[in-house]
Structures are given as C-alpha cells and as structure tokens.
C-alpha cells in the first residue's frame, strides 16, 4: 500500500503534467481563434462569416470545456498544497521532539535514523509544494479578444442549430482526477468493494453480484457509471445477479404475506403459518425465474399493481443470469457467436455491450421512447426488413419489439466506434428527448426486459 508521501508525490506529479498539457490545448485554441477572427474580419458575405462563425463556436465551446478542466486542476492543487503543509507540519512538529530527546538523553542509532529520515521526507515535501507552488494555470490568464456576437446579428439564426447541438458535441478532452480514480478503483475491486463504489457514487441503492465472476461484475459498474455521467436521471435500485435480485424479491414477498398472515390470525404462530407463506412465495418467484436463454433483464416499476410487482419495486435495476455471467470467457464467447450471426448488433461482442442494452431499456423507460414518433417510425421501416437487411442494419433480435430495438440501438451506439445508420438516429433521439427534457408519463408500468 502507498505510504502518505508517496500519494502525495503521484498526485502532484499528475497536477503539474494535466496543467502542462490543458496550458497547451489552451494555447493552441487561443491561436486558432486569433487566426479564425482575421478570417472573419476580411469576408463581407453572410454565408462565409455563417460558416467559419460556426467553427469559432466550436473553438469557444472547447475553449470553455478547457478552463472548467483548469479549475478542477487549481482545485486539486490546493487541496494537495493543503495535505502537504499538514503533514510537514506533523514532521516537524516530531522532527523538533526527536532533536529535543536526543539533547536530552543519549538515543540509540536505530532512532537517530528516523531523524534522518524524518528530515529526508520533510526536505520531499517542500520539493513537492515547490513543484505545486509553480506558476499557475493559464485559466487565470487573458486570451485574444473575441468579436462582439452583435456583429452576427443577420446569421444568428443559422447559427443557433449548431449552438445546440454543440451542447451533446463538445465535451472536456482530459478526464477529471475524480473519473480516472474511480475506473482504477473499479478495475482493481472485488465484488464486495464494487458494493460499496455503487453506493459511494450513487450509483444504485443496493448490490448483490451473487456468484457473478468478479471480471463481468466490475463490467457492470462501469458501464452503468458511464451511463449515469450521460443521463443522470437514472434511479435505479439494485444491480447484481437476476439470483441475488430474486432472493430480495423473495425475502420481501415473504415479509408483506407474513405480516398480512398474521393479520388474519393472530391466533397462528409465525412457525405455523411459514409453510402458506413459503408456498405463495415460491409461486410468485417460479413466474420470474430466468429463462435458459436469458442472459440478463432490466426491472423497472412505476406503479406496482399486484404484490409481486410491489415486492418487485424495491430491486428494480439490472441483473445478469449467473448461468452466464459466472465465467467471464465463456460468457465473452456466447456475446462473440451472437455477433457473427447477426442476433446481436456489430462491437457488441463483450459483456459491456449486454449491460448497455439493459441500461438502453431504463433510459427508454425514463424518456417514453417507445411512444416518441420519430423513433416509431424508424422501428416500423426497421420490422420491414428482411431478418438479413435487419442484421446488416442493425440486428435479428431488434426486431422482436420496439422495446429491444431502443436497447440494441442504445448498445451498439455505446460499443461500436463505427456506429451504423440505425443505431445513430435512435440514439441521438434519445440524447434530444433528454436535452429537450421531454420526459412524458411512463407507459410500462412493469416489466422485465431481456
């Protein structure tokens, strides 16, 4: 484990190579600006100052993605400036008793060495504080002035769909400290660790992964974080293992028939009365036993309307079928073969892929995407396809209802970098419907969804 001085080594050393590198990007955006405004200025035709105004955007959008990321940088280094001084202070504060002990009485040499080397990690410290103590971040200096957006006045209007759609387009080029953290810290837990990054981070209320391999567990937090990072308005109570999430499905059924029972009898002892309650239990969770073929299922309950539905309200989220998911290779396997042949859409060979298609049915869910017209009528120019067509556009199994077809567009657009036609429309419909806040009732009051 990394001694106190040397995290604070490291962290430092990052802050000053993220300040050198965003210093740079900031240089570069500031020239390219200055050359765009002299191009501006020599045109006198609307549509070429429309056309060049539109890259300008893009560079003030990046410009600002750039000094938000110089901030959180100056923050870091405050914060890092402040834990050094505090634990220089604790050196010396033990440097001055050790001096003052060895004027005093005659100390051994084992503890004349931790004089020296209190006063070796002292001399390390101030290193650090004058390495963070540099100059700091151009965020705080000047750039080129820019032209009034008064004088775009007549091309205001061409311009403002570009504005938009540079609010989804334009993001920050350097992951924040925060972010590269949590995926180290993601990529090194276990399934006990990954519990608590769920619930340190939000991610979801609780976490069972059962007997899941710890390699498709740590697949799981991590595409259900980028997710929450794209659309922070899903709220989901439980990811895990569908096995684990039935067993808290089945613990809470027993509960609220318990309590109901007992009602009824008060006569009946609870040792009686178990062998009714453990019958109706087991009833409700033969409905919803996975599938063989199931390999993993998305829950969401609005509204519960019977108790099933109620018990399963408090673990609505994702879940992966253990008979899949508890070997990493062979799980990777099945999703390679799918892909081959068409069943599943092309990039989406890995278990990363299978999370994104269920987390596709929660952010479908939220946005009442399965009624949006746009996406309706894709869907239904999609179903007349023939199963090749289908495959070649997308893949067989979004073909089986609207439902799938949102989730298999939302996976592919997640996982393949050379996202084709279908999956691209769908999923920048959805990204709209966010950004335009257009999240109407929801329409699937229950459900489990593969």
């Given at each position: 484990?990394?001694?106190?001085?040397?995290?604070?080594?490291?962290?430092?050393?990052?802050?000053?190579?993220?300040?050198?590198?965003?210093?740079?990007?900031?240089?570069?955006?500031?020239?390219?600006?200055?050359?765009?405004?002299?191009?501006?200025?020599?045109?006198?035709?609307?549509?070429?100052?429309?056309?060049?105004?539109?890259?300008?955007?893009?560079?003030?959008?990046?410009?600002?993605?750039?000094?938000?990321?110089?901030?959180?940088?100056?923050?870091?280094?405050?914060?890092?400036?402040?834990?050094?001084?505090?634990?220089?202070?604790?050196?010396?504060?033990?440097?001055?008793?050790?001096?003052?002990?060895?004027?005093?009485?005659?100390?051994?040499?084992?503890?004349?060495?931790?004089?020296?080397?209190?006063?070796?990690?002292?001399?390390?410290?101030?290193?650090?504080?004058?390495?963070?103590?540099?100059?700091?971040?151009?965020?705080?200096?000047?750039?080129i002035e820019l032209r009034d957006e008064a004088a775009y006045g007549s091309i205001e209007d061409r311009r403002s769909t570009f504005?938009?759609?540079?609010?989804?387009?334009?993001?920050?080029?350097?992951?924040?400290?925060?972010?590269?953290?949590?995926?180290?810290?993601?990529?090194?837990?276990?399934?006990?660790?990954?519990?608590?990054?769920?619930?340190?981070?939000?991610?979801?209320?609780?976490?069972?992964?059962?007997?899941?391999?710890?390699?498709?567990?740590?697949?799981?937090?991590?595409?259900?974080?980028?997710?929450?990072?794209?659309?922070?308005?899903?709220?989901?109570?439980?990811?895990?293992?569908?096995?684990?999430?039935?067993?808290?499905?089945?613990?809470?059924?027993?509960?609220?028939?318990?309590?109901?029972?007992?009602?009824?009898?008060?006569?009946?002892?609870?040792?009686?009365?178990?062998?009714?309650?453990?019958?109706?239990?087991?009833?409700?969770?033969?409905?919803?036993?996975?599938?063989?073929?199931?390999?993993?299922?998305?829950?969401?309950?609005?509204?519960?309307?019977?108790?099933?539905?109620?018990?399963?309200?408090?673990?609505?989220?994702?879940?992966?079928?253990?008979?899949?998911?508890?070997?990493?290779?062979?799980?990777?396997?099945?999703?390679?073969?799918?892909?081959?042949?068409?069943h599943k859409p092309v990039g989406c060979e890995t278990v990363k892929a299978t999370i994104d298609h269920e987390l596709g049915h929660?952010?479908?869910?939220?946005?009442?995407?399965?009624?949006?017209?746009?996406?309706?009528?894709?869907?239904?120019?999609?179903?007349?396809?023939?199963?090749?067509?289908?495959?070649?556009?997308?893949?067989?199994?979004?073909?089986?209802?609207?439902?799938?077809?949102?989730?298999?567009?939302?996976?592919?657009?997640?996982?393949?970098?050379?996202?084709?036609?279908?999956?691209?429309?769908?999923?920048?419909?959805?990204?709209?419907?966010?950004?335009?806040?257009?999240?109407?009732?929801?329409?699937?009051?229950?459900?489990?969804?593969?």
């Amino acid at each position: 484990m990394a001694t106190r001085l040397e995290n604070l080594h490291r962290k430092s050393k990052d802050i000053v190579d993220e300040r050198t590198v965003l210093d740079e990007k900031k240089q570069s955006n500031i020239d390219n600006r200055g050359q765009i405004k002299s191009i501006i200025d020599s045109f006198n035709d609307d549509s070429d100052i429309g056309l060049i105004g539109n890259f300008e955007n893009a560079l003030v959008g990046e410009s600002a993605a750039i000094e938000g990321k110089q901030k959180e940088n100056n923050r870091d280094r405050l914060e890092t400036l402040a834990d050094t001084d505090e634990y220089l202070e604790h050196l010396e504060e033990n440097l001055s008793k050790f001096q003052e002990m060895k004027r005093i009485t005659d100390l051994k040499s084992s503890e004349d060495d931790s004089i020296q080397s209190t006063q070796r990690r002292i001399g390390e410290l101030h290193e650090i504080k004058e390495l963070l103590d540099g100059e700091e971040s151009s965020s705080t200096k000047g750039g080129i002035e820019l032209r009034d957006e008064a004088a775009y006045g007549s091309i205001e209007d061409r311009r403002s769909t570009f504005l938009e759609s540079l609010k989804v387009q334009v993001e920050p080029s350097v992951p924040t400290r925060h972010e590269e953290d949590i995926y180290i810290a993601i990529n090194t837990a276990d399934k006990q660790q990954l519990v608590q990054i769920i619930k340190d981070n939000k991610l979801a209320q609780d976490a069972d992964f059962g007997n899941l391999d710890n390699e498709v567990a740590r697949q799981m937090v991590k595409s259900v974080y980028e997710t929450k990072k794209r659309f922070d308005f899903i709220d989901m109570n439980f990811i895990g293992s569908i096995q684990a999430r039935n067993h808290k499905i089945a613990g809470k059924l027993f509960d609220i028939y318990m309590t109901e029972y007992q009602r009824l009898n008060p006569e009946w002892s609870r040792e009686e009365l178990k062998p009714f309650v453990d019958k109706l239990v087991k009833e409700h969770i033969d409905k919803i036993e996975p599938a063989p073929n199931t390999m993993a299922q998305s829950v969401f309950v609005e509204h519960p309307t019977d108790v099933l539905s109620l018990a399963a309200s408090y673990v609505g989220g994702i879940s992966i079928n253990e008979s899949y998911g508890s070997d990493y290779k062979s799980f990777t396997e099945v999703k390679v073969n799918e892909v081959r042949i068409g069943h599943k859409p092309v990039g989406c060979e890995t278990v990363k892929a299978t999370i994104d298609h269920e987390l596709g049915h929660q952010i479908a869910n939220k946005l009442n995407a399965c009624n949006d017209a746009d996406i309706k009528e894709i869907y239904n120019r999609f179903s007349n396809l023939s199963g090749i067509e289908q495959a070649n556009a997308l893949s067989t199994y979004a073909a089986k209802n609207i439902g799938e077809f949102v989730a298999e567009c939302w996976s592919e657009y997640s996982n393949n970098p050379q996202c084709r036609k279908v999956a691209a429309l769908v999923s920048k419909r959805l990204i709209d419907l966010y950004e335009a806040e257009e999240i109407g009732p929801k329409i699937l009051e229950r459900g489990f969804s593969r």
